[in-house]
């Protein structure tokens, strides 16, 4: 297949059926002015909206990939299609106000006004919902050519007064298959590769590309896989908590530091290179501003990148539950399955489900009551230790 045919569809993985209902709304039927596409992280919820939004756009409606719509849309420059991205835990309503005011005019060149909110989840809780609050009245009292996107991972995470008034798509989680099969066509991952990071991913299309594409994440990722049945002694658990908040800071500063670098250029450039302007009231005050909403990223994507290193856990105590059971089917961690051995003669199914509960806990402490990571995590391999010191 070559470039030019591509469609704007055809690099979305394992999610047929929404697909087709889509097709359909962009080719003119069954279209409302405000949709909610959930599906769990890595599911492609805003590889979607893009798609769909482009396909709204296309000249032949269909979201054929060659138009000049189509291109724009799919590179993110369409200039009637705006992105809302949310970096920090909350979308602030006066952001809110100022994009329901764009969003009312009429489209440049395209035929709807498209928003997309990505992280619809943060637009309030029940007990604030002035962000929302702003957002519903556009929703309740529609402009003709005005289109709303929303994204979260699950239905319960949107403003109830908000959902209630969307169209709602859930994505599947994308088989193993099915991301194999699109690291192998999109990236030219060979076939071995391809199966371990879709495997390992457990259907996270980012998480897989990352995994097939670079060697320091695969690298990390075997870190922390090969924790379990290393956890034999209290000191063991002691270190092994920190080696995890280590990788996840490592991890997080791969991730921010060109970011970071570029914020305070552009901030600089705004107010001047000049000795005298870096040294000015009003450069300090921007840069302290910087600095703070740095520092609210860089927590939260800690925590993100802690998550996904607890989720990896999880998976090699649950393919231990599968070999003590003998469940049949590939396992997770096939690449580990001595290290499962391991784990599984050491402790029965029972204990191992109580282990899984345990990284819930500190999952939970960390996300939910703000426990400082490495205390969390040190209560937790202790309660991961194998049972009598063994084996
Ligand atoms: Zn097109």
């Not at 055809?10 to 405000?34: F, K």
């Not at 209290?234 to 970011?259: F, H, V």
């Not at 909403?293 to 927590?299: D, G, P, R």
Request: some cysteine; charged content about 25%.
């Amino acid at each position: 297949m070559t470039t030019a045919t591509r469609t704007v569809w055809d690099d979305l993985v394992g999610q047929r059926p929404t697909i087709e209902v889509l097709q359909q709304a962009a080719a003119g039927q069954g279209m409302t002015h405000a949709w909610l596409i959930t599906g769990p992280p890595g599911s492609g919820r805003s590889n979607v909206a893009r798609a769909f939004a482009t396909a709204l756009q296309c000249e032949l409606r269909t979201g054929c990939g060659a138009c000049e719509a189509c291109r724009l849309g799919m590179a993110g420059s369409h200039p009637d299609i705006t992105w809302v991205k949310s970096e920090t835990s909350v979308l602030y309503v006066d952001d809110m106000r100022g994009l329901v005011q764009s969003a009312a005019k009429f489209p440049s060149i395209g035929r709807w006004q498209v928003v997309v909110i990505e992280d619809a989840d943060r637009l309030g809780t029940p007990e604030n919902p002035r962000t929302g609050n702003a957002l519903l009245k556009a929703i309740e009292e529609p402009t003709p050519k005005t289109l709303w996107l929303l994204c979260a991972p699950t239905v319960r995470d949107v403003l109830p007064t908000i959902r209630s008034r969307c169209r709602t798509l859930t994505l599947n989680t994308p088989g193993t298959e099915d991301v194999a099969r699109f690291l192998a066509s999109h990236d030219g991952i060979s076939e071995t590769v391809a199966s371990f990071a879709a495997r390992a991913s457990q259907g996270h299309i980012g998480r897989a590309r990352a995994l097939a594409l670079d060697e320091e994440t695969r690298s990390r990722r075997r870190e922390v896989v090969s924790i379990p049945a290393r956890l034999t002694s209290l000191g063991s658990c002691m270190t092994a908590a920190t080696n995890l908040a280590e990788l996840a800071k490592e991890e997080t500063e791969a991730i921010t530091a060109d970011a970071e670098k570029r914020e305070l250029g552009e901030l600089q450039a705004i107010f001047g290179s000049e000795r005298k302007d870096l040294a000015s009231r009003s450069y300090r005050a921007a840069l302290s501003g910087l600095e703070k909403l740095q520092k609210q990223k860089a927590k939260r994507r800690v925590l993100d990148v802690i998550d996904r290193a607890l989720m990896d856990l999880v998976s090699v105590y649950r393919d231990a539950i599968a070999l003590s059971v003998c469940a049949p089917g590939m396992m997770v961690n096939e690449e580990l399955r001595g290290d499962v051995a391991t784990l599984a003669r050491a402790a029965t199914p029972d204990e191992l489900l109580r282990m899984i509960d345990a990284i819930f806990t500190a999952r939970e402490q960390m996300l939910e009551f703000n426990v400082p990571p490495q205390l969390a995590l040190e209560s937790m391999t202790v309660a991961l230790r194998l049972p009598g010191g063994r084996p």
